[in-house]
């Protein structure tokens, strides 16, 4: 022991660093511009990964403590999926008018964090019922950016991470994000407690902010290397409507995107009402409800690595079709949770069974959209997800108001039977893309 503490080289741990950011020893041997978009996409999703499981976790708390009504943050959720949905092809349309997709991820990143600093001083500077008005449009604000900015961020991103290797160097990343929502989701409640409200959540907010620009400062490090191209890519594209019709023609697509409606639907129906349910009929508090997430997190990191290799191995779509069938266990075992320790072990295994799906669902989705048409193809994806979330919840709410918590997680899991079962029947894995096209499918 004493000899290898001896021979211990700060040069080896910069190695074993550096083969962690990039996914594996396969990324030490690209060219050194790749190397340095995966280090600065790497950090730019661990610091972005902080900033947003504090909004996502802790912003309805900070406005219902400034005298927000339950309705007044359900409207604000509405809100903030209805900018989702209104705002995301406009955000493709805006990267193929401007040609200039890292600059829109930047500029649309910026203006969303902004309004979360913003949302520190609401306090200080209103009171009264405005102030909680403020306060929501400032969050629908964030929301409203971030959806603007989603289709050139994910253009960005299926550029500067070669295909080969994108399940390893996911699986590393999204290692990094979970372990960065762990600590988050620890250290900033603790940090909330010790402080006299509103102020502790104006000093979470605050560090959210601090680290949406680390993310941001990190991102514009990054060297697109189609960025000279997309100006000259703009003069071809399709008008909307004939690109509309060339979406709704692309079958394989299209076959993805409604079994993929069934699956968030189905997903949603019981989603808003789990932390809900051990509230009320299991009468947890909120460090007992923390604690289930912390398992959910915790397990999910702990495979995230090796589903990552083995989804450069047996491809996404087939870890996809596997983890879709043991998903729609968990929400029929909530009738069996009586007590804490049910819920962890539960969350322990949907932790794993969730890391690998969206891995493998991300770079399935990669893989099925035309190189040329990354934008927009992935603005209509991400509208179709949220309006069956939309959908999926309305449904719940009224499922859980007339019929109870049971009958919601029963037809959650059969909707995700069947969303699994069409899944495996009608959506192949797509050939490797030429520069453009539609993708081929093979026929199994």
């Given at each position: 022991m004493i000899d290898r503490i001896r021979s211990f080289k700060w040069s080896d741990t910069h190695l074993w660093l550096a083969d962690i950011i990039v996914g594996g020893r396969w990324g030490l041997s690209l060219a050194a511009n790749i190397r340095q978009n995966l280090y600065m996409f790497w950090f730019d999703g661990l610091f972005a990964s902080g900033s947003d499981n504090i909004a996502l976790t802790y912003l309805s708390?900070?406005?219902?403590?400034?005298?927000?009504?339950?309705?007044?943050?359900?409207?604000?959720?509405?809100f903030s999926n209805l900018t989702a949905a209104i705002l995301l092809m406009p955000g493709a349309l805006l990267v193929e008018h401007i040609g200039r997709r890292k600059m829109v991820a930047l500029v649309c990143g910026l203006c969303s964090r902004l309004a979360l600093l913003m949302l520190v001083f609401v306090p200080i500077l209103f009171s009264g019922s405005g102030m909680v008005w403020i306060a929501i449009g400032l969050s629908v604000t964030r929301d409203a950016f971030a959806n603007l900015g989603y289709p050139a961020w994910v253009s960005v991103s299926s550029e500067i991470v070669p295909m080969h290797g994108r399940g390893?160097?996911?699986?590393?990343?999204?290692?990094v994000m979970g372990a960065a929502n762990i600590a988050v989701t620890l250290g900033v409640g603790q940090m909330i407690s010790m402080f006299v409200q509103p102020m502790g959540y104006q000093i979470a907010v605050g560090l959210a902010f601090v680290l949406g620009m680390c993310s941001t400062w990190f991102f514009s490090r990054i060297n697109d290397l189609q960025e000279k191209l997309n100006l000259q890519q703009v003069q071809e594209k399709l008008p909307l409507r004939?690109?509309?019709?060339?979406?709704?023609?692309?079958?394989?697509?299209?076959?993805?995107?409604?079994?993929?409606f069934l699956w968030n639907f189905s997903l949603n129906i019981a989603g808003p009402f789990f932390n809900v349910y051990m509230v009320q009929e299991l009468k947890f508090t909120a460090w007992m409800?923390?604690?289930?997430?912390?398992?959910?997190?915790?397990?999910?990191?702990?495979?995230?690595?090796?589903?990552?290799?083995?989804?450069?191995?047996?491809?996404?779509?087939?870890v996809q079709t596997w983890f879709m069938f043991v998903i729609p266990l968990l929400p029929?075992?909530?009738?069996?949770?009586?007590?804490?320790?049910?819920?962890?072990?539960?969350?322990?295994?949907?932790?794993?069974?969730?890391g690998a799906f969206n891995l493998a669902t991300f770079n399935l989705l990669l893989a099925f959209i035309p190189k040329s048409q990354v934008p927009r193809y992935s603005a209509f994806f991400q509208i179709l997800v949220t309006l069956s979330l939309a959908l999926g919840a309305f449904v719940g709410s009224f499922m859980v108001t007339e019929w109870g918590f049971f009958a919601v997680f029963i037809?959650?899991?059969?909707?995700?039977?069947?969303?699994?079962g069409l899944f495996a029947w009608l959506v192949r894995d797509p050939l490797p893309q030429k520069s453009e096209g539609v993708p081929v499918m093979l026929n199994e």
């Open positions: 708390l900070y406005i219902l403590s400034l005298g927000a009504t339950q309705g007044q943050i359900g409207l604000m959720s509405s390893r160097y996911f699986g590393s990343r999204n290692f004939k690109l509309m019709q060339e979406i709704l023609a692309n079958r394989p697509f299209m076959t993805l995107c409604a079994v993929t409800v923390g604690i289930t997430a912390v398992a959910t997190g915790v397990s999910g990191l702990l495979v995230l690595r090796h589903i990552g290799r083995l989804s450069d191995r047996f491809g996404p779509r087939r029929l075992a909530w009738i069996l949770v009586r007590n804490l320790w049910h819920v962890v072990i539960l969350n322990t295994f949907g932790g794993v069974f969730w037809a959650s899991g059969i909707g995700r039977y069947a969303a699994a």
